[in-house]
């Protein structure tokens, strides 16, 4: 309907990331169960001795605004930071400082306290499981003011009952506000768990700077001025004809796709490059801010793989750049088809080009995958795979999936000649199981495999 609904997403961040310092250091000299003890008229000074911070090595889970506030702050007690953030950029973190982790594991089994800053999606729920944490140090902390279900709640408190967690600090839970039988709330471990109402905001100054932002921005709004931290892009719905919105949900689906190809995604995306050719981009006015609204879908559909379909278009590109990736734009003139949209992702020294069209009669088309010429249909369930040229290999795969109950709808190859490679893509009708996926992987003539599901929209 065309109205424009605004949030204040940077608000709370430092009260948020003082919170997060406040756990670390009730858990690190034991503060709550000393307050209780004092108040029941005890002296335990023996028994509540604690750590300091100073040397002590923090592993910051989620490098958004939060995870680098509470970096820096963590610094200025001495601690030594690392991160962990598959997305995060290598050179952002080389600007903070902050070695990163090339997996999760690896830094907790290093850290001496762990603190998430993660979004909640499909990826992140459950993240911090029993499997994690009997890979975290012996006596660590563990601190969660981010999102209700990152944490295993049960697996974290039998790992507080067993020792293997000196101390947790909770201020958010997998239901709000958590019931009596929440495992965190058992009375043996009561003097090793903190646990806080989901107060991260509840600062006076933050409540007045969410305030502010959405009080300011409705206003410049309403006086027709230029405005912030708009969550929804409305001309879409009544501006865009129905060979525009075609080319948007072709965007998104690209940004998915080069997201989930190779192992790009394992590393911090550092650029994207958008090159729209064809009149439909020259001609049409430019979306509002710097990007073009394929840019932005584009973008969204990166961000969504990474941070869960909650991301929308107006936030995509502040996301984009707190993430420290550069995104270029450019447009020109048509060459092979009428209207093309052409990517180019780099990711820890790697590189993605996606090449991708819409046909007169409104279907959209992957025509190049990383300069294989390939043409495609991003639809429902995909396998995509790079294997050796040889003969036999697209028969035994077809055959793993016929064993394994898949049936094929649609299948696209393309060839370099004289590469003794080829890339395949199969339309497959059900979703494959991780013993099929990895087998595919372990295949000697196989030098990748990933698979894809394209959702419906832009």
């Keep these: 309907h065309g109205i424009v609904v605004i949030n204040a997403p940077s608000g709370n961040t430092l009260a948020v990331a003082e919170l997060t310092m406040g756990l670390i250091l009730a858990l690190a000299r034991k503060i709550a169960p000393a307050n209780g003890s004092m108040h029941e008229g005890k002296w335990e000074k023996k028994k509540l001795g604690g750590v300091q911070l100073g040397g002590r090595k923090l592993l910051v889970v989620g490098m958004g605004r939060i995870g680098e506030q509470v970096t820096h702050r963590a610094r200025a007690f001495g601690m030594d930071v690392i991160g962990y953030d598959p997305y995060f950029s290598s050179k952002k973190a080389a600007a903070l400082g902050v070695p990163m982790m090339n997996n999760l594991t690896d830094g907790l089994s290093v850290a001496d306290v762990v603190t998430l800053h993660m979004p909640i999606s499909s990826t992140t729920r459950n993240m911090i499981d029993a499997k994690q944490l009997k890979a975290f140090k012996p006596g660590a902390f563990l601190i969660n003011c981010a999102r209700g279900g990152l944490v295993d709640e049960a697996a974290c408190a039998e790992a507080v009952r067993n020792g293997r967690l000196a101390g947790v600090a909770f201020d958010v839970f997998t239901k709000e506000p958590p019931t009596e039988d929440n495992p965190l709330l058992a009375t043996d471990i009561a003097d090793k768990?903190?646990?806080?109402?989901?107060?991260?905001?509840?600062?006076?100054?933050?409540?007045?700077?969410?305030?502010?932002?959405?009080?300011?921005?409705?206003?410049?709004?309403?006086?027709?001025?230029?405005?912030?931290?708009?969550?929804?892009?409305?001309?879409?719905?009544?501006?865009?004809?129905?060979?525009?919105?075609?080319?948007l949900a072709l965007a998104r689906k690209m940004g998915i796709l080069a997201a989930r190809l190779e192992d790009a995604a394992e590393h911090g995306f550092d650029s994207c490059h958008v090159m729209l050719r064809g009149n439909l981009f020259v001609d049409e006015d430019d979306a509002p801010g710097k990007h073009k609204p394929y840019t932005i879908a584009f973008m969204k559909g990166l961000l969504e793989v990474i941070l869960g379909p909650d991301v929308n278009y107006m936030m995509a590109p502040m996301l984009a750049q707190e993430r420290g990736i550069t995104i270029e734009e450019g447009t020109g003139?048509?060459?092979?088809?009428?209207?093309?949209?052409?990517?180019?992702?780099?990711?820890?020294?790697?590189?993605?080009?996606?090449?991708?069209?819409?046909?007169?009669?409104?279907?959209?088309?992957?025509?190049?995958?990383?300069?294989?010429?390939?043409?495609?249909?991003?639809?429902?369930?995909?396998?995509?795979?790079?294997?050796?040229?040889?003969?036999?290999?697209?028969?035994?795969?077809?055959?793993?999936?016929?064993?394994?109950?898949?049936?094929?709808?649609?299948?696209?190859?393309?060839?370099?000649?004289?590469?003794?490679?080829?890339?395949?893509?199969?339309?497959?009708?059900?979703?494959?199981?991780?013993?099929?996926?990895?087998?595919?992987?372990?295949?000697?003539?196989?030098?990748?495999?990933?698979?894809?599901?394209?959702?419906?929209?832009?």
């Design 193 to 247: 768990v903190i646990l806080t109402p989901h107060i991260g905001a509840s600062t006076q100054e933050a409540q007045s700077a969410v305030a502010e932002i959405a009080v300011s921005n409705t206003l410049a709004a309403l006086r027709g001025e230029s405005y912030e931290h708009a969550v929804n892009l409305p001309f879409l719905q009544h501006r865009l004809t129905t060979k525009q919105k075609n080319y």
């Design 333 to 458: 003139e048509a060459v092979t088809y009428k209207n093309m949209i052409e990517i180019e992702v780099t990711a820890g020294g790697k590189t993605v080009t996606l090449k991708g069209t819409v046909t007169e009669e409104g279907r959209a088309r992957i025509v190049s995958v990383n300069n294989y010429w390939i043409d495609f249909v991003p639809n429902g369930n995909m396998l995509f795979f790079q294997n050796h040229d040889r003969p036999g290999v697209i028969g035994k795969i077809g055959n793993m999936l016929g064993d394994d109950n898949v049936n094929i709808a649609n299948f696209a190859l393309g060839r370099k000649n004289g590469s003794g490679l080829a890339l395949g893509v199969l339309e497959i009708d059900s979703d494959l199981s991780e013993k099929v996926i990895e087998a595919l992987r372990s295949d000697p003539n196989m030098l990748w495999a990933t698979t894809v599901s394209f959702p419906e929209g832009y």
